[in-house]
């Protein structure tokens, strides 16, 4: 079936995401698209049943004026202009903004509820066969939920023609890496290539305290074990990658270009010619997980916190050592069950802990110790560009508190960080 979409028009509002999101939301298809398609761009989207202009027909963005396209004009399709000079403006309430969009893309644009998650997933299965046929697919799998739910996609669509690379880099929360083999290879069969290269990591970042040279040596060493991995495996012509449609869209606002195609493969020598397969590359965050949910990928993987590249590494700070990275991958498991326990845990968009390399005077069962200390991190955001500290109750900051210092090895003390970003970033290093 044909699936309806409602094109937005980017004119640099920063409502653009929101907006797409909103009319999926509805059942019908969003995308965005720069504010100067062409007319052969604009032919080629044969399912398009409207155009929002967003924050259009005409912008200032950074002193540049910013026109739609004459193509969208002559296109002959509705058009809905938002927010200038005699046009309406979005209404404030949400119920009525609502009520005009439905307005819109139901009576004049026609369109039909086509967009849900299972039709999605009946959609991309087909043309990931149709675009990889006889073909293999290498997929590097770090347990995060966009690369988890690419795997679970992938595999739906050519089974054991699909292989996974899991790399350990040493640097993984409590227990994620055995997921990654529990789920992926024992439950949903998939090919998947494991490697332990902790010794490797923790090695070549022996003595180096710099966070930024930490995050270069882990980033290049990675993309040279997948490369390794990659050269051994043979015939195989194509690459998955979990790029999502918050990575694909720039933000409006900056530049005139709504889509850029900036997700290559990180690194990757030119001589390894694969092809791309990005089947989440429409997708927003909330859909991805839908998406992984219903493929059957479990809860606790596709609601997962975001987790840095560099994992633990940017948490045991300075050079790290193997006690002090046991001490922050212990601790980040006891806040986890924690605030679990205390029902939290959903309420609250990222917590982990972080160990310094510094130490300090405690007692513990009646003798002087010098440990180091625990530091709890707690944020909430909408989009991590900026964040708030929750109040977390004192009896869960107390029983943290008393469960850290008891069962980790090395660690005398609990400190909460009360800063919000800014001036803190939500990570340490
Ligand atoms: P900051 O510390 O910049 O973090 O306030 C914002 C969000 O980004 C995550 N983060 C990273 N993610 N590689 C990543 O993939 C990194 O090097 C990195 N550093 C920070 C951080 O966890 C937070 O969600």
């Given at each position: 079936m044909k699936q309806d979409m409602i094109l937005i028009l980017d004119l640099g509002s920063n409502d653009n995401a929101g907006l797409a999101r909103?009319?999926?939301?509805?059942?019908?298809?969003?995308?965005?698209?720069?504010?100067?398609?062409?007319?052969?761009?604009?032919?080629?989207?044969?399912?398009?049943?409207?155009?929002?202009?967003?924050?259009?027909?005409?912008?200032?963005?950074?002193?540049?004026?910013?026109?739609?396209?004459?193509?969208?004009?002559?296109?002959?399709?509705?058009?809905?202009?938002?927010?200038?000079?005699?046009?309406?403006?979005?209404?404030i309430?949400?119920?009525?903004?609502?009520?005009?969009?439905?307005?819109?893309?139901?009576?004049?644009?026609?369109?039909?509820?086509?967009?849900?998650?299972?039709?999605?997933?009946?959609?991309?299965?087909?043309?990931?066969?149709?675009?990889?046929?006889?073909?293999?697919?290498?997929?590097?799998?770090?347990?995060?939920?966009?690369?988890?739910?690419?795997?679970?996609?992938?595999?739906?669509?050519?089974g054991d023609r699909l292989t996974c690379v899991h790399v350990n880099h040493g640097l993984m929360r409590k227990g994620e890496s055995e997921q990654v083999v529990d789920v992926f290879q024992k439950e949903l069969n998939v090919n998947l290539i494991y490697i332990d290269a902790t010794d490797r990591f923790l090695d070549r970042l022996t003595g180096i305290a710099d966070p930024e040279q930490k995050r270069k040596i882990i980033g290049g060493e990675f993309v040279r074990i997948f490369e390794e991995e990659a050269r051994k495996q043979t015939g195989i012509e194509f690459l998955g990658q979990g790029t999502i449609y918050s990575d694909v869209i720039e933000s409006g606002t900056k530049t005139s270009q709504a889509i850029k195609s900036h997700h290559n493969v990180g690194g990757l020598p030119e001589d390894l010619h694969f092809e791309l397969v990005e089947p989440v590359k429409m997708l927003f965050k909330d859909e991805v997980r839908a998406v992984g949910l219903a493929l059957g990928l479990p809860?606790?993987?596709?609601?997962?916190?975001?987790?840095?590249?560099?994992?633990?590494?940017?948490?045991?700070?300075?050079?790290i050592t193997r006690d002090r990275l046991t001490a922050v991958r212990e601790s980040d498991a006891i806040l986890h069950e924690e605030l679990e326990k205390a029902g939290l845990d959903q309420q609250i968009w990222q917590f982990f802990t972080v160990v310094p390399d510094f130490r300090s005077t405690g007692i513990?069962?009646?003798?002087?110790?010098?440990?180091?200390?625990?530091?709890?991190?707690?944020?909430?955001?909408?989009?991590?560009?900026?964040?708030?500290?929750?109040?977390?109750?004192?009896?869960v900051l107390r029983n943290l508190t008393e469960r850290i210092t008891r069962e980790v090895p090395g660690v005398n003390r609990v400190l909460y960080d009360l800063t919000p970003k800014p001036t803190g970033t939500i990570e340490w290093e």
């Open positions: 909103e009319i999926r939301g509805l059942g019908v298809y969003s995308e965005i698209h720069p504010h100067d398609i062409t007319g052969p761009e604009l032919a080629k989207l044969s399912n398009v049943r409207g155009i929002i202009l967003n924050g259009g027909p005409n912008r200032k963005v950074n002193g540049e004026l910013i026109n739609a396209s004459e193509a969208v004009y002559q296109s002959g399709l509705p058009l809905y202009l938002s927010d200038h000079q005699g046009h309406a403006p979005w209404p309430s949400a119920t009525d903004r609502r009520k005009v969009l439905e307005d819109f893309i139901f009576q004049t644009c026609r369109a039909q509820k086509t967009w849900n998650i299972e039709s999605y997933i009946a959609d991309q299965v087909e043309r990931i066969r149709r675009q990889v046929g006889n073909g293999r697919v290498l997929l590097a799998l770090s347990g995060g939920v966009d690369s988890s739910v690419v795997a679970a996609l992938l595999v739906r669509a050519i809860q606790s993987m596709v609601y997962r916190q975001p987790f840095p590249g560099p994992g633990l590494a940017v948490r045991c700070l300075g050079a513990k069962d009646g003798k002087r110790s010098f440990e180091w200390p625990v530091i709890v991190r707690a944020v909430n955001t909408v989009d991590a560009m900026t964040a708030d500290v929750p109040e977390l109750p004192w009896l």
